[in-house]
């Protein structure tokens, strides 16, 4: 019978010392490489904040106007009018109604998102009014094709620009905490790396 061959004890080897200061240097690299600045979650939050605080100011300047066209449509009343008054400090336009139910009534044309047509004192345009409440009130032309709203426009596209910052500072967070470890883990696995010992078994 043949003896079996006892197995050599497994032994502990240690690399060879310019190796280690190879990892050595190496892990040093890394537990010193600078990392980009960290985007603040409260610069994150105030980004968003400001995306909030345009789309309802974009909503304020576009629902109101959108909802009176929609109901001058339906069921307002045309007349002419007469231009009595025109101001800009504060800015309005005052029309006296001629050829309706309510001639002799003199309201203030309704702004459409903060404008007024141009016109002037003296001068003749035709008017759509609410019949239930003459204060709400606009040319016909607007009521037929509203102008370009373009306060609302400008506040949409301003709120876009927020939330596209809000979700790249969001990505830009997340990107550099997956690629660089805090100073506690850099510091850990260049201790680690610096005293690293292999264990190989010899056949």
Same mark, same amino acid.
């Given at each position: 019978?043949?003896?079996?061959?006892?197995?050599?004890? +497994?032994? @502990?080897? @240690?690399?060879?010392?310019?190796?280690?200061? $190879?990892?050595?240097?190496?892990?040093? +690299?890394?537990?010193?490489?600078?990392?980009?600045?960290?985007?603040?979650?409260?610069?994150?939050?105030?980004?968003? =904040?400001?995306?909030?605080?345009?789309?309802?100011?974009?909503?304020?300047?576009?629902?109101? $106007?959108?909802?009176?066209?929609?109901?001058?449509?339906?069921? =307002?009343?045309?007349?002419? +009018? &007469?231009? !009595?008054?025109?101001?800009?400090?504060?800015?309005?336009?005052?029309?006296?109604?001629?050829?309706?139910? @309510?001639? =002799?009534?003199? !309201?203030?044309?309704?702004?459409?998102?903060?404008?007024?047509?141009?016109? @002037? &004192?003296? *001068?003749?345009?035709?008017?759509?009014?609410?019949?239930?409440?003459?204060?709400?009130?606009? &040319?016909?032309?607007?009521?037929?094709?509203?102008?370009?709203?373009?306060?609302?426009?400008? &506040? +949409?596209?301003? %709120? *876009?620009?927020?939330?596209? =910052?809000? !979700? %790249?500072?969001?990505?830009?967070?997340?990107?550099?905490?997956?690629?660089?470890? /805090?100073?506690? $883990? !850099?510091?850990?696995?260049?201790? *680690?790396?610096? /005293?690293? $010992?292999?264990?190989?078994?010899?056949?």
């Amino acid at each position: 019978m043949t003896k079996k061959k006892k197995k050599r004890p +497994a032994k @502990q080897y @240690q690399l060879p010392p310019h190796i280690k200061r $190879s990892h050595q240097e190496v892990a040093e +690299a890394r537990a010193w490489r600078p990392r980009p600045p960290l985007p603040r979650l409260r610069l994150i939050l105030s980004t968003f =904040g400001l995306f909030l605080l345009c789309v309802g100011m974009a909503l304020s300047l576009a629902l109101p $106007s959108h909802f009176l066209v929609q109901d001058l449509r339906s069921r =307002g009343v045309s007349a002419a +009018a &007469t231009v !009595v008054g025109v101001d800009s400090k504060p800015k309005y336009v005052k029309v006296r109604l001629v050829s309706s139910p @309510q001639a =002799g009534t003199e !309201v203030e044309l309704w702004d459409y998102a903060g404008m007024f047509p141009e016109t @002037q &004192t003296g *001068a003749s345009m035709i008017v759509t009014y609410d019949p239930e409440d003459p204060s709400r009130i606009l &040319t016909q032309s607007w009521v037929k094709d509203p102008p370009p709203n373009l306060p609302a426009y400008g &506040t +949409a596209a301003i %709120a *876009a620009f927020f939330l596209l =910052g809000t !979700v %790249a500072l969001m990505f830009r967070r997340r990107w550099i905490l997956r690629n660089w470890p /805090s100073d506690a $883990s !850099v510091a850990g696995s260049a201790k *680690a790396h610096g /005293s690293k $010992s292999v264990r190989l078994t010899k056949p």
